[in-house]
């Protein structure tokens, strides 16, 4: 690589001149901010930052608060790669999402470190959201093993490979924890759950960024994190993006902020505002979750950007009579870099001299910009190394995409076929194997926001593919059926005709990546055109077959269950999604995932989740007058939690260290354990979930039947036990009231603790808190 000037933060502190030969502190005339302002901001951790900003104008400043787009036409709002250059070149630009590539990052960042005054290096953000060239299964899927290293080795692969290419932040990961399958985001998160959401967004921003007090993000291998959507974006109504949230503070607090909580406990460097309303305020104009939540009362140190054009939204919202008025209210409330649109660069030198935003606001949202420039170590080393950068999966990230995929799926129903054996696995041995589906030949199975250059260079492997090679001796024969979407039944006989020559047929079903995922909702989530009538032919037959489900949401699966004697979910798996599927299918991986949300029996029951509350009238099959449907049974099709295996479990009755514990000691820090012996009561090694609920019978504000605070999957040889240990204190058993201040209360009262291996587990002892 060329030699290349660097521009060290000394130098851009001193004054150093840039290739333009530009010095001192003005600009365009407009004074130098007072530096009295920012310095006792916790942001600014180095002294350098509260010199840098001494030296710039307020026109630099309003610069480091935006974000343009270096792409053309991919969404609204967007912006030329010339005024992307222009910006930069005139020190008032601070980040740029979308370039991609050492070459070309490195070209636009010398512009702004050569060519600008203070020669400030740029941020570069992209959507990594579950691999760049390595696309490892969506989040969804990976909720679904139950195991947060899965997403510690999805972040790494994911940060080596995007910092090689000049990338320094990527907007993930998505903790929106949502109730509705309709939504197709739901394919971005973890699930319905906040404890399981939070430990897998701890673990990703630890994935991505290494230590939690970001001292490793000059690394090579790492990158920002970016903690999403700030906050109950997930509870859209109906399911449709972007959509109101009319949410109570307990509710807020319980539910859809504890992921974000532990993703600042574990150093997440950003965080960006939702799209969505939260009880009638914009969240990108929210004050109380912005401010008073995240930055005072969580002490959050990052800063705050702002989703795709989401400042200029909120004229449509009704909150923001026009341009100004948005930026005045985005910066007042927390937001600290605006993405796309460009209100606080057009307006912010007129708010602020007519005193609408305060010079300390402005300087420390610049301040904790700056910040994360220096942590990241960008004024030392600005540019990527172009003979290092990394373009295409190696051969280790390729296995642990394979593994993450297995271990991600869930065996929904395994019937024994005719002879009485489980219908899975499959043996390799098998004569002959029929695979039919529209998605059995597909290499289209990445999943949403996979990134582009990886969906055309480095498709999923095709399923059709795989169970060739994992049965070379058998004679596998393929017909598609029917189209992913389509009406068209034209197609079926052929695989009908295939299921009836062959031993077993393997049917894959589902609904493309483009189903899910951003602006992807659904009012209709059972599976798609004539796949169900598909099912139902080869059923026909009576010949053996299972039903591999690939789908970035929880699907309704109507009549054809009942008749299907094996369902595997396996999501959409990624790169290596052939070869997980048939490691899966063959025995090769014995599935121990579990549902992380609730799969509905029909529409018509959503919302259906574990975690809901109690009525006054709840659930009596001989009461009329209780909470229920008249047509659908109380219950969701598969619970939250549920997954079989190849083998057999045994959970046994759960053990207290203590039958009572004082409130007062639990707010010390006293903590209760719950132990568990778990057997494996089969013929083969597996893999089981232990997970541990706890259910509040009386309380101040009226508590989840099932509250998740603890899971540990397990690894049993055939025959084997262990004793699993959990603890519980005062942040399981207690709870946030509606106070807006934040109070958590540990009351007195009695709580029955569960163990088992799904929502539904039985066995339980009560705990006393005195």
Known sequence: MREIRRRTLLSAIGGTAAAGGLTGTALTGTAAADPGSVAEHPATRDPNVRKLLERMTVEEK??????????????????????????ARAGRLGSVLNIFGAKSSNALQRIAVEESRLGIPLLFGLDVIHGLWTTFPIPLAQAASFDPEVVVQDARVSAKEARSNGVHWTFAPMMDVTHEPRWGRIA?????????????????????????????????????????????????????????????????????????????DAGVATVMASFNTVSGVPAHGNPHTLTDVLKDEWGFEGFVVS????????????????????ARLTLNAGVDMEMVSTHLAEHGKKLLGSGKISERRLDDAVARILDLKVRLGLFEQPYADEDAAVDEPTAKARAAARETAARSMVLLRNEPSKGGAKTLPLTA??????????????GDLLGTWAFPGAMKKFPSGKI???????????????????????????GIPEAVAAARAADVTVVVVGEPPAMSGEAAARSDIS??????????????????????????RPLTTGDWLDSAPA????????????????????????????????????????????????????????NKYTSKYLDLPPDPQFPFGFGLSYTSFTVGEPKLSRASVSARSLRKGTTVEVSVQVTNSGDRAGDEVVQLYIHDLAAAITQPVRRLRGFERISLEAGGSTTVRFRLGAEDLGFWTNATDGTF????????????????????????IT
Request: proline letters at 6%.
């Open 188 to 264: 971005e998160g973890h699930g319905e759950d906040p404890y399981l959401t939070a430990r897998f967004a701890a673990a990703k921003v630890k994935g991505y960024q290494g230590a939690g007090d970001g001292s490793g993000l000059a690394s090579k291998g790492r990158i920002a994190a970016c903690a999403k959507h700030f906050v109950a974006y997930g509870g859209a109504e109906g399911g449709r993006d972007y959509n109101t949230v009319d949410v109570s503070e307990s509710r807020l607090r319980n539910l859809y902020l504890p992921p974000f909580k532990a993703a600042l």
């Open 429 to 442: 041995g098998s004569g002959s194997i029929a695979v039919v589906g529209p998605f059995a030949d597909s």
């Open 464 to 490: 059709l593919d795989a169970v060739q090679r994992a049965a070379p001796d058998a004679k596998v024969t393929h017909a598609r059926g029917v189209d992913p979407e389509g009406k068209d039944t034209g």
């Open 62 to 87: 309003l610069g480091q608060l935006q974000q343009l787009n270096w792409a053309v036409s991919t969404g609204p709002g967007g912006s030329e790669t010339k005024d992307v250059e222009d910006a």
């Open 307 to 326: 989703d795709w054009n989401g400042v200029d939204e909120m004229i449509a919202h009704g909150f923001a009579e026009d341009g100004a008025a948005a």
């Open 567 to 622: 369902v595997l979910a396996a999501w959409h798996p990624g790169v290596e999604a052939g070869n997980a599927v048939a490691d899966v299918l063959f025995g090769t991986i014995n599935p121990g995932g579990k549902l992380p949300v609730s799969f509905p029996r029909t529409v018509g029951q959503i919302p259906i989740h574990y975690n809901h509350e109690s009525t006054g009238r709840p659930y009596a099959p001989d």
């Open 745 to 768: 209360l540990v009351e007195e009262g009695a709580v029955d603790v569960y163990v088992g291996n799904s929502s539904e587990a039985k066995a339980k002892k009560r705990l006393t």
């Open 527 to 552: 599976l798609p055109g004539a796949q169900e009538k598909l099912i139902t032919a080869v059923a026909e037959t009576g010949k053996p077959f299972v039903v591999v489900l690939v789908s970035g």
